[in-house]
């Protein structure tokens, strides 16, 4: 193959065109997965913040408040 002048130039501009497109689409890609793992994430803190007594919740068994067994607690303690 004959040297052609300009051939290693359009290569090097191919090479770093399809660099730059390869690195805009990983990109995108990781802002649409961040956006999902941050709803997850919502999800997963709104139900951490429920109550942990789910009978009480129902109304089936009384529940105490978390002051309530907090002040329970230290009594027990003294």
Do not use: C, W
């Not at 497109?21 to 961040?34: D, E, K, P």
Request: proline letters at 6%; aromatic letters at 4%.
């Amino acid at each position: 193959m004959p040297y052609q002048p300009g051939s290693s130039a359009q290569r090097i501009r191919i090479g770093l065109t399809s660099l730059a497109f390869v690195f805009l689409i990983v990109l995108i890609a990781s802002v649409i997965t961040r956006a999902g793992r941050d709803e997850t994430n919502a999800t997963q803190q709104a139900s951490a913040n429920e109550p942990s007594e789910p009978l009480a919740e129902l109304g089936v068994a009384p529940g105490a408040s978390g002051e309530e067994t907090n002040n329970a607690t230290v009594a027990n303690k003294k």
